[in-house]
């Protein structure tokens, strides 16, 4: 079945340690995003890549970075986080076509920072 | 600014209808989105409207009022696997999708 993959879907660091996140697709969508979301509010855009384009939201700070080596997979790297980086990381993918894009989403990761 | 507004919690009888209403102002308009989310799950995608009217599927309808900037979704023969937070996003001009924070609906037996 062709869907969204986020590995893994819980992890635990450490204030300050780097830690990634992956996301792969197997639906062969265009467009890759990442979102946070913290309990109780919408899911908030950090960035998204149009093909190979990068695509920053204005709010979302330098300690978020993510790359896109191939169609299929896509990173989010937190170089220092937080305590108040600690959300669920919703990888999610569109085809963009000039009509709707449904965005669909893969299973989340949860963050627990220490 | 954009905004999206929708109530923060709504309570409902196993069995009964529920209608969840969300209004909106984006810069432009290009689709109205409706997502279902478990808890500590991910959203999935419920229904899209652009053009003004109601779309029905199964036990779930969508509606969009572009004129008003309003929308809702009906839920009918609720199940207590309805229980779930409900987000609203609209796709601006920029194909961007704004977010609602979600109605949280709760389903008493």
């Known amino acids: 079945d062709a869907m969204v993959i986020q590995n893994p879907r819980y992890q635990v660091t450490q204030f300050g340690k780097p830690v990634t996140l992956s996301c792969s697709q197997t639906?062969?969508?265009?467009?890759m995003y990442w979102y946070q979301q913290k309990s109780s509010q919408a899911p908030k855009l950090l960035f998204h890549?149009?093909?190979?384009?990068?695509?920053n939201e204005a709010d979302t700070p330098d300690n978020f970075q993510s790359r896109r080596p191939n169609t299929s997979f896509c990173f989010l790297d937190i170089r220092s986080p937080g305590l108040g980086d600690a959300a669920m990381y919703l990888c999610?993918?569109?085809?963009?076509?000039?009509?709707?894009?449904?965005?669909?989403f893969g299973p989340g990761t949860r963050l627990t920072v220490l | 600014g954009q905004n999206i507004d929708q109530p923060t919690e709504m309570t409902a009888t196993e069995g009964a209808i529920v209608q969840i209403n969300c209004t909106y102002q984006?810069?432009?308009?290009?689709?109205l989105f409706w997502y279902q989310q478990h808890a500590g799950e991910a959203p999935t995608f419920l229904s899209y409207?652009?053009l003004d009217g109601l779309e029905e599927k199964g036990r779930f309808s969508s509606f969009l009022s572009r004129s008003k900037g309003y929308s809702y979704l009906l839920l009918k023969e609720l199940q207590m696997k309805d229980s779930a937070s409900y987000l609203c996003?609209?796709?601006?001009?920029?194909?961007?999708?704004?977010w609602g924070a979600g109605t949280k609906l709760i389903i008493k037996p």
């Open positions: 999610a993918t569109s085809f963009v076509a000039g009509g709707s894009d449904t965005q669909y």
């Open positions: 639906l062969n969508h265009n467009v």
């Open positions: 890549y149009y093909d190979k384009d990068f695509n």
């Open positions: 984006t810069s432009g308009f290009n689709g």
């Open positions: 409207n652009v």
């Open positions: 996003a609209v796709q601006d001009s920029n194909y961007q999708l704004i």
